[in-house]
């Protein structure tokens, strides 16, 4: 087996290149950077530019499924000009390799592409799984629509199209965790409003090998990249300070102090979304780190 990773030297693309090749599977990788090309020991890199509809047609050689993480960072300044490129780093990337692929006669079996559980509204007390239809009206949900539309868009080309809506990716290497320690190592965590809102999170393990476990299994569809045990950010707060250790203690930072730092982007922070992995464990996927004192011991101890 074979993959064409895009995204391969972040955080998510650089653990799925680990386990693929831990698990014999060769790897084809696209970078919009010709010094990366021989960046990644054991694969093979080829450039591309959406942008300029450049690309290596070499990169499909023999690929059986292609994994897609291609997108820049959301936490950045929601300026105009930083939205469009958020939005089209993203829904371009995907229409370009789509008319690549066709227009070309490539035969590939799976793609599987990221996504995010900011599609879902916000809510104390709802879970939310797969089915549901409610929208959050901001920036984030209208790119997400437009990013799984992109993703949808292969139906016709590629036999199995599956979706990861990914939650809060837990890594020593960055991520919302770093983001979290931060303020403790000057003795306190800070925790955001009242604290309440639902934390959807997942182990940077257990979210490399949900995606192999779909391009193994060839399954088609969308599914919540998350663990099965949310808890409040106050919760996640406090769990981090306890196993982090050296914290005096915690305190809220009210909503408006992080509007007037991040503007509009400060609305990521306060989102309450308790998210449901039942679909993808019905599927046969088992979390190794279904516990957040489990899975931050493993990362930060």
């Known amino acids: 087996m074979k993959v064409l990773i895009t995204g391969a030297t972040g955080l998510i693309g650089s653990r799925i290149v680990k386990d693929c090749l831990e698990r014999d599977i060769k790897v084809n990788f696209l970078t919009t ?36 993480l291609s997108g820049a960072s959301i936490f950045r300044f929601w300026t105009k000009k930083n939205k469009e490129l958020i939005l089209n780093s993203r829904v371009q990337s995907l229409n370009f390799l789509r008319d690549t692929i066709n227009e070309n006669n490539i035969k590939i079996n799976s793609i ?20 549901e239809k409610d929208r959050s009206n901001y920036f984030l949900s209208d790119v997400i629509k437009e990013w799984e539309k992109a993703t949808m868009s292969f139906k016709n080309i590629v036999k199995n199209v599956s979706i990861v809506r990914i ?67 106050f919760d996640f707060t406090k769990m981090v300070s306890k196993i982090r250790r050296g914290v005096l203690f915690l305190f809220p930072v009210p909503r408006l102090f992080f509007k007037l730092i991040f503007g509009e982007m400060h609305i990521i922070l306060f989102k309450s979304q308790k998210v449901s992995s039942k679909k993808i464990q019905l599927r046969g996927f088992t979390f190794v780190y279904d516990n957040l004192e489990n899975s931050l011991k493993n990362i930060l101890q």
């Not at 990644?40 to 897609?68: A, E, M, R």
């Not at 599987?112 to 089915?131: L, R």
């Not at 965790?177 to 000057?186: G, H, V």
């Open 33 to 68: 950077r010709k010094n990366k090309i021989d960046s990644i020991t054991g694969c093979h890199g080829f450039y591309w530019d959406p942008q300029k509809n450049i690309i290596d047609l070499k990169c499909f050689y023999d690929v059986d499924s292609i994994i897609n």
């Open 167 to 233: 939650g809060l990716v837990l890594s020593k290497d960055g991520g919302v965790l770093k983001q979290t320690m931060q303020p403790m190592s000057f003795g306190f965590g800070v925790y955001f409003g009242k604290g309440n809102q639902w934390q959807s999170w997942i182990h940077i393990k257990d979210i490399s090998r949900l995606f192999l476990h779909i391009n193994e299994k060839a399954l088609s569809g969308i599914y919540n990249g998350v663990a099965p045990k949310p808890l409040s950010n």
């Open 112 to 131: 599987i592409s990221a996504s995010g559980i900011g599609a879902y509204p916000s809510s104390n007390e709802k879970e939310f799984d797969e089915n």
